[in-house]
């Protein structure tokens, strides 16, 4: 016990005397390592800042919608106001105090008022009801590019999953492909060309083995970014690089595209934002009809019995000197926002049909690797067991090296082609 105490009290004053960089370093290397699997990789993806913003732009759009809605009800609300005057002439209150009059010579210099009141639009050439169609088509819009952020992260994410495991299994495969290269250069019984060989082949080793090394280290740090993540946190990916065919079919993924990308959605909305522009422009000129009331106790001693109400039914008819330059303005953004969906339209089908080849080609291309890569390590199994060069086993290990590692390659880019192809299409793929 007295030993326990002896040693945190140890450790304590190391702590202590400890910088707090290097306290800070100590402290991420001696917690917990994480594990990340694909699946704990995607839940993260509620961290992107990009995608919280776009959650951001979303409750703005539903608290205007609601805004719009309320402007159907009418306009109702309570006033009181309580003056202390020296009137030396008859003269009135500003107009926010009701302009009620006073005059000089009153038994009373205190005068004091209430007022209920409301003033309700009948009709205004349905500019409330663009207004809210308006907030409901930015609504959706809004609907639609968090959709679009959120397949961005996902795609994203799982670049930066997928790549990090493969630069994993490079760092691992080349840094046993050099303890053999040590071992074998180790030997005695190599002659003098065959230690040149030996040594060359060595230093080779060792750089592609801190090559490997570094675009690890690389691929580390821009998952810990994708992920928002700090940077130094201890963890490690968990997954295997594997992959299976599938079927695509590009007239068929066009025509999901052009029902599915938000991005195309987005711009619908924004077509029939720019529609309701302009009927909000045209609706500019249109008379307005509305129904006001007030009733009103006023006094200059308590209680207050003095009572005053009215209820008006008013027109009011609007000549607005920019109602064509506005006019014009909105009908050419109607067709600047026409041209742009034809332009996106043009360009998703690009994407979904360079994607679609893509996929096509590593489809092609993975499945050739993965026999070459099979077929030549049969071989070299078979020969394992037969005497052989020292060298000449170094160099088929290394044939075969580069062919594992060149089908991991490929494996990886056909996951990612069909990442790229779902996320042109805007849909996963069946399996």
């Not at 009908?331 to 089908?349: F, H, W």
Request: charged share 30%; net charge positive.
């Amino acid at each position: 016990m007295l030993l326990d105490r002896l040693l945190a009290a140890a450790l304590c004053l190391a702590l202590a005397g400890t910088p707090p960089a290097a306290r800070a370093a100590e402290q991420a290397r001696s917690a917990p390592e994480k594990v990340y699997t694909l699946e704990e990789t995607l839940r993260l993806l509620r961290n992107d800042p990009k995608l919280q913003s776009a959650e951001q732009d979303v409750i703005i759009a539903d608290a205007r919608v609601t805004e719009a809605r309320l402007r159907f009800l009418p306009d109702i609300g309570l006033q009181a106001s309580a003056t202390k005057y020296d009137a030396r002439y008859p003269y009135a209150l500003s107009p926010e105090f009701r302009s009620l009059l006073l005059f000089p010579g009153a038994s009373s210099e205190n005068i004091y008022s209430g007022r209920a009141y409301f003033n309700m639009p009948l009709y205004e050439g349905q500019r409330t009801l663009n207004t809210l169609r308006l907030a409901q088509a930015s609504q959706k819009q809004a609907l639609s590019n968090r959709d679009s952020v959120k397949l961005d992260v996902t795609l994203r994410a799982k670049e930066a999953f997928y790549r990090l495991l493969l630069a994993q299994e490079r760092a691992e495969a080349f840094e046993l492909h050099l303890k053999d290269v040590e071992l074998a250069a180790a030997r005695g019984d190599l002659g003098p060309w065959e230690r040149v060989e030996a040594e060359a082949g060595l230093s080779l080793a060792r750089s592609r083995a801190a090559e490997a090394k570094h675009a690890l280290d690389s691929a580390r740090l821009q998952f810990l970014n994708t992920l928002s993540l700090e940077l130094d946190t201890p963890f490690r990916v968990q997954g295997e690089l594997e992959t299976r065919p599938v079927k695509s079919e590009v007239e068929k993924a066009v025509i999901w595209a052009m029902e599915l990308r938000p991005e195309l959605q987005s711009q619908t909305y924004r077509v029939q934002m720019d529609a309701i522009g302009v009927n909000l422009a045209i609706g500019r000129r249109n008379p307005t009809v509305f129904l006001a009331g007030d009733y009103e106790l006023t006094a200059q001693r308590f209680p207050l019995r003095n009572n005053n109400w009215d209820v008006t039914l008013g027109i009011r008819i609007p000549f607005a000197y920019d109602f064509w330059s506005q006019l014009k303005q909105k009908r050419a953004e109607q067709r600047q926002g026409e041209l742009t969906r034809a332009e996106l339209q043009d360009r998703v089908r690009l994407e979904v049909r360079q994607a679609a080849e893509t996929l096509r080609w590593w489809q092609e291309e993975w499945p050739r690797r993965e026999s070459q890569w099979k077929r030549i390590q049969g071989l070299y199994d078979d020969a394992a067991g037969r005497p052989a060069p020292t060298l000449t086993r170094l160099r088929a290990r290394d044939g075969v090296l580069e062919l594992r590692l060149a089908h991991l390659t490929a494996v990886m880019e056909h996951i990612l082609a069909r990442a790229r192809f779902e996320r042109a299409v805007g849909r996963e793929l069946p399996q």
